[in-house]
């Protein structure tokens, strides 16, 4: 006996036992997945809106017919029924909500604390380290700048600590005047611990105070006739001045952002310039979901709430658009941030110059991103006529191997869909267990640990595998999801054409073994190249990633009983690694520290 269906869900009686306060509504389909999530300052007449109201927006009203249940959460407040939508739609992503797509943390400056040298780096990820962060910077790109400027500056080393604690001798970064060395001591503490804190101050927005002190510096070493000790503060002057220049802002505030937003044909782009001490960082434009249709004001507030959940919020935000629920972000911002927050929207001078500019790019992208997709719509046509395939593919996997003469061998997985890279799905796998160099094996292990998955039930299964290589790579593919048996998935190699000409490649079909070269006009193989260069790309990087991280570890590390200390003496006392490589047993005796027994287990660990 079949279970008797689900009765529809009854709305308008569902809105009578409501409740008049504000809370977050979340709308459900049958089949138990999160449509929606709301939120209202009076419950009863918000989900009512859907229920009584006799005539909706289409796509609204599609969202309606699929309801089975709704859920609520009374809050005591309007702001905290705001905070907690914002959450739920970051952490559930409802099908129809606007949705914030940066799935990347915000860059910082790292400076260490805790040690005699501090170090200056890139950080991303939980802020959980002893020391200071600075930032949150609008990319990565602005980050490596500015690290860049404070060697020039400061002189701060920015080397891992692993590299630091095992030099004999200054890197290059000190010949060229970018390091003081403190891996050798060729600059003592304190001075080391002033160059920290102006840089420190520099990164906090009081260049000018940086440049009060270096000009009093550079007076009391004229005096004492310290005359190389002047013209470096001189010099250092010199640059912050030039600085100050080129990037101070005319009429920006200390913090401050400037969001504009634009909706076009289903799609919608959100641009941030960003502010801070005065300085700009640059810009960064966001492309939200749109399921829902959405008015700027909607989208601005959704936007807002999200982005500025989890970060750092300026004083001052200038709007193209009023977000809807104005007051109460102002308010919600200001309690989460500890410190008064702005909104604005009517503005002029300086501040509306910058909105334009805000504007401008904002369109600009939008349309861009338009012209990208309507582009890549129709090589995902030309793709599915190529290949004779019933629908043009939602899922493109590309799979690349990358090493070194066999050395820290990486494969890569990319995904491509419509809308182009999907770049929360692509994975990296660190090969091992094969003999070094063999590709064949690289693939047949990445392609199996994929697929087990896939085999198993989860996962999510490819329309089109693609295989960087040819006949020999395809073989492997189709081995192993034999093997696991798995099926409904088309495997194309991609085979270089002669000479490596882009555009010559050769299409390796592993169900017929049939050839097809499409020519370099056909948008079938732009789409296939790209997909191809981005899988190899993600695995060179990995790869360089995975090999650079070998070779900074000293195998003097794995050594029981040889700690920071010990493993420094050793390498000043033989010039480096292949020195102590070098030495017998009896040398390694003669450096402090070290008796017979651990001299033979160093001796041992370098010449296993």
Avoid: W
Wanted: charged share 25%; proline share 5%; glycine share 8%.
């Amino acid at each position: 006996m079949q279970p008797s269906p689900q009765p529809p869900f009854d709305g308008k009686a569902f809105v009578k036992t409501l409740t008049s306060s504000p809370g977050v509504y979340r709308y459900f389909d049958d089949g138990d997945e999160l449509l929606y999530v709301g939120k209202a300052g009076n419950l009863k007449k918000r989900v009512g809106s859907y229920f009584l109201k006799p005539r909706m927006e289409p796509r609204i009203a599609s969202m309606i017919l699929q309801i089975a249940r709704c859920e609520i959460t009374v809050t005591r407040t309007e702001g905290e029924a705001l905070l907690l939508e914002s959450q739920l739609i970051k952490s559930l992503k409802p099908r129809y909500n606007i949705m914030l797509r940066d799935d990347k943390s915000y860059p910082y400056i790292y400076l260490s604390g805790g040690e005699d040298y501090p170090r200056l780096a890139f950080h991303r990820g939980a802020r959980n380290l002893p020391g200071k962060f600075f930032g949150p910077y609008p990319s990565a790109y602005a980050v490596r700048e500015s690290l860049n400027l404070m060697q020039k500056l400061f002189k701060v080393r920015q080397c891992e600590d692993s590299y630091f604690r095992n030099r004999s001798r200054p890197c290059l970064q000190h010949q060229i005047g970018r390091c003081s060395a403190p891996c050798v001591e060729l600059v003592s503490v304190d001075d080391y611990r002033d160059d920290v804190r102006h840089a420190e101050m520099f990164l906090e927005g009081r260049s000018r105070a940086v440049i009060d002190e270096l000009v009093d510096s550079m007076e009391q070493a004229s005096k004492a006739l310290e005359f190389e000790r002047a013209a470096a503060a001189r010099d250092q002057i010199s640059i912050l001045r030039k600085l100050q220049a080129e990037h101070h802002v005319q009429g920006a505030s200390a913090d401050m952002d400037v969001i504009a937003c634009r909706i076009e044909s289903g799609l919608a782009c959100v641009s941030v310039l960003f502010f801070r001490n005065g300085i700009s960082l640059g810009t960064r434009d966001f492309y939200p979901r749109l399921p829902l249709d959405a008015e700027p004001g909607d989208l601005l507030g959704q936007f807002i709430a999200q982005y500025y959940l989890d970060r750092p919020v300026p004083r001052e935000l200038i709007l193209g658009d009023e977000p809807t629920d104005c007051a109460i972000l102002a308010d919600l911002l200001t309690e989460q941030s500890g410190h008064s927050v702005e909104l604005k929207t009517s503005v002029r001078g300086e501040r509306a110059r910058f909105l334009q500019m805000a504007e401008r790019n904002a369109q600009a992208s939008l349309t861009a991103r338009l012209a990208s997709r309507q582009t890549l719509g129709a090589r995902f046509d030309d793709l599915q006529r190529l290949l004779e395939l019933d629908a043009a593919p939602r899922r493109i996997e590309c799979f690349d191997i990358s090493h070194t003469m066999g050395e820290a061998t990486v494969a890569s997985c990319v995904v491509f869909g419509p809308e182009g890279p999907e770049k929360s799905h692509y994975r990296r796998f660190n090969i091992a267990g094969i003999t070094p160099g063999d590709d064949y094996a690289a693939m047949h292990q990445a392609l199996t640990r994929r697929f087990r998955k896939v085999a198993e039930g989860e996962g999510v299964k490819p329309d089109i595998l693609l295989i960087d290589g040819g006949g020999g790579q395809v073989s492997q593919a189709l081995d192993v999801l034999n093997a696991l048996g798995v099926d409904g998935i088309r495997v194309v190699g991609v085979a270089k054409g002669p000479g490596r000409r882009a555009g010559e490649e050769t299409l390796v079909l592993a169900d017929t073994g049939r050839e097809l070269h499409p020519g370099p006009a056909s948008p079938a193989l732009h789409l296939v190249a790209a997909v191809r260069d981005e899988a190899h790309r993600f695995a060179i990087s990995g790869h360089r990633k995975r090999r650079e991280k070998a070779r900074e570890r000293s195998v003097l590390e794995d050594v029981q009983g040889v700690g920071a200390r010990r493993r420094s003496a050793l390498l000043k006392a033989f010039g480096g690694l292949a020195g102590v490589e070098a030495a017998g047993v009896e040398e390694l005796m003669q450096v402090k520290g070290i008796d017979r027994g651990l001299a033979e287990r160093i001796y041992d660990a370098l010449h296993a």
